[in-house]
């Protein structure tokens, strides 16, 4: 008979397995499969067309429009009947009639703004850093997505009407089409037009010459009748595709922060056309890798979360007859956001992770800045993560180790003492006597699944990673790795993976008899089946841990911790050597 301790060791090491295991296959088929209204999330549209240039305006002209409509603040629906120049069944301007209303544009360093004088609202927003696809690198990916009859983005509403027919007119002597600012200058148009209800509006709209907040100041020559507080809005097209069933971090959703906590909600989730969000310092919405977020810069507003079909609507308060907010609208990067302030890092969501993946995030940015390669960056971190961890690796080889090596006295202990109760003192007993731990080999390893998670984490939802090259064929490491050989796409870096863990498990001292042992060698095969879809960055982290664990224990098994130190030091420059010889001839 086997030894309860045996039994114990051998059950701790395959709950380790089967933890990774569960939570991979939870995140990646389960959740997005078995959990459509979390996962399987339309998710905001990479895809656009549009690129900055700039097309003939026509002149500016103040005053309002001589029809309008009105619009209720507090729901999504736009009363009244269709007018000149109105989209079929909204009460908002074609988009025919934006286009004869002229436009002018801000470019700066990072954005580029193009808004429209019929209504003052935004009808492109650009990532000067950020394209659409790979292969499109001539085309800015676009932030704002529109489709008649939704309204653009940055509207104004007040006492049941809105600026969506206001065709306003600049302010001041800069009339050109296109103000261009950089580095540290700052640029403000100032926008000026007639309500339908004969209240003067200004909208002055600024922005820095280098990052993506854009500051918004509306003031009004009366309140509303009604006393109600007027509100800006912030619209966003969602798509009809679906996010990857293997990465459910891609969810389009909603954050907002109440200078405590930030609370979400994915748009799936949304089972009625209104989210009210009480007071909050400012509200988002993301998608994995960008996010807009409508910020309230002095004090806590009043804001909600209105819902037509697709097109769904972020609305703040301000006061009665003024009001000031800030646009960020930009990269998910942990580092830019916490630039931003008012704690926009939290638009990131970390899960249970954040305590880890945050700071892994961090070094790799740190890596990034050192050497130039997101690749070669994640190589660099993997290393160093390895490097802390050795202590608990050594640590975990030399109690299997001492498990193996125990295993003649374990089997002559049984053979000879029949009385299970009296077997498992005796084991117990030369357990101590030899000061071996049964469960010693699996509990540094449980110790290091929150790391391995949150790198998992930090990898998945990287914004640097997207359309980052490393080398030879991998061009992107946000996307999964594939060598093209005519039509056909060979994951090497993922054989490459499932091999060394398969050698790996191999050469990892067991106590397990030589059946469990070959059951065990199928957990590669199930890794690779997983990750063959993963981000290339996350295969990329795999493959080089796998590598530096082989080496470092062969090295304890033939020399113990003096040699495992130094292979595994010596095998760290050799990796990060090959790889960078390898970015250096692609």
Known sequence: MESTAQNNHRKAFALFAVLILAILYKQSVWDPFFLPSRTRTPAVSDQSTQTASVPASAPATSGSSPTSQSASIETSAEPGAPVVGAAANSGMPTDAAIERGGFIT???????????????????????????????????????????????????YSGGVNDAFVQYSIVGDNLNEVVTIEGDEQAQIVLSGLLPDGRTITKAISVSGQGYMVDVQVELSAPA?????????????????????????????????????????????????????????????????????????????????????????????????????????????????????????????????????????????????????????????????????????????????????????????????????????????????????????????????????????ALLLAVELRHAPFALWVHDLSVKERLMVGDIGIPVMVILMVISMLVQQWTTPSSADPAQKK????????????????????TLYWLTNNLLSIAQQQALYKGGSSLSIKVTLATSVALFGFFSLLVAIS
């Open 225 to 457: 009748a009604d006393g109600s507080k007027l509100q800006v809005e912030w619209t966003k097209l969602i798509s009809e595709e679906e996010s990857s069933l293997l990465d459910p971090y891609n969810v389009t959703g909603f954050t907002w922060y109440d200078d405590q906590k930030a609370n979400r909600k994915p748009v799936a989730e949304m089972e009625t056309d209104s989210l009210p969000l009480g007071e909050v310092r400012w509200a988002s919405v993301s998608n994995k890798y960008f996010t807009t977020s409508l910020i309230s810069p002095d004090s806590k507003s009043q804001a909600r979360v209105l819902k037509n079909e697709r097109d769904y609507k972020m609305r703040m308060a301000g006061s009665a007859s003024d009001g000031t907010f800030r646009v960020f609208a930009g990269p998910k990067s942990l580092e830019i956001l916490e630039n931003a302030g008012y704690e926009l890092d939290r638009n990131i969501d970390f899960g249970w992770t954040g305590f880890v993946a945050a700071p892994l995030l961090s070094l790799l940015h740190f890596f990034y800045n050192l050497i130039g390669n997101y690749g070669l960056a994640i190589v660099l971190l993997t290393i160093l993560v390895k490097l802390v961890l050795y202590p608990l690796n050594a640590a975990s080889f030399k109690q299997m180790r001492a498990m193996q090596d125990l295993q003649p006295e374990v089997k002559r202990l049984r053979e000879t003492v029949k009385d299970k109760q009296q077997q498992q003192l005796e084991l117990m007993a030369l357990y101590k006597k030899r000061n071996v731990n049964p469960l010693g080999g699996c509990l540094p390893m449980l110790v290091q699944m929150p790391i391995f998670i949150g790198l998992y984490v």
């Open 519 to 538: 059951m065990m060698m199928v957990m590669p095969l199930v890794f690779g089946f997983i990750f063959v879809n993963f981000p290339a960055g996350l």
């Open 106 to 156: 801000l470019a700066t360093d990072d954005i580029v703004l193009r808004i429209s004088l019929l209504g003052g609202r935004i009808s492109e927003y650009l990532m000067v850093n950020y394209f659409e696809s790979l292969s499109d690198s001539a085309n800015m990916l676009n932030l704002v997505h529109h489709q008649e009859p939704e309204p653009l983005p940055l509207g104004v």
